[in-house]
């Protein structure tokens, strides 16, 4: 039973994401939530908490408004204190000057007791990339912006030119 009353809360977050109601899907998750999202482009983020991952969510809105993500398989794994959810699923968009954008992903949370405390999203971030050179080139600067809190191509967390861990992340030349 708890299974199932984890998924159908699965799925009711990605309608909610489907619907631009970012405030309130970010309401799901702990105060001190880890957020990521796998790349080394403009929405590649390390985010840590409620705003950071909302001002993920609110980018990529401006981005690419209109973006649908569909679930294809849900699996739901341990109990109410430590709950792992894994998510596959699919993603499409209209861009800016009508080229599609369309790709698939995988996306690992991590609950307790019915709050995300860890949500890491892996799209094919080739196609991410690409999507976001489109939208730069039709004039969208933040599409080519890099965040203050993505990772470094390390994996570390790129905060100001210096990684979370203390190692100074490598400068562009």
Known sequence: MYKRIVEHKTRAGYALLNRGRFA????????????TFAGDHALA??????????????????????????????????????????TR???EATLDGGQRYANAGMQLIRLRWGKVVEDHLH?????????????????????SELPDNRLDSGGARDVGGHAENGVVAAEAE
């Open 45 to 86: 983020v390390h985010a840590s908490g409620r705003d950071e991952a909302l001002a993920w969510f609110e980018r990529v809105g401006r981005l690419m408004p209109g973006l649908t993500l569909t679930p294809s398989v849900i699996v739901v794994q341990g109990p109410p204190w430590d709950t792992r959810v894994a």
């Open 123 to 143: 799209e094919d971030t080739q196609a991410v990339a690409h999507a976001l050179e489109h939208l730069s080139a039709r004039g969208h600067a933040e599409a």
């Open 89 to 91: 699923f699919t993603v």
């Open 24 to 35: 309130e899907l970010v309401q799901q998750f702990d105060p001190h939530v880890r957020f």
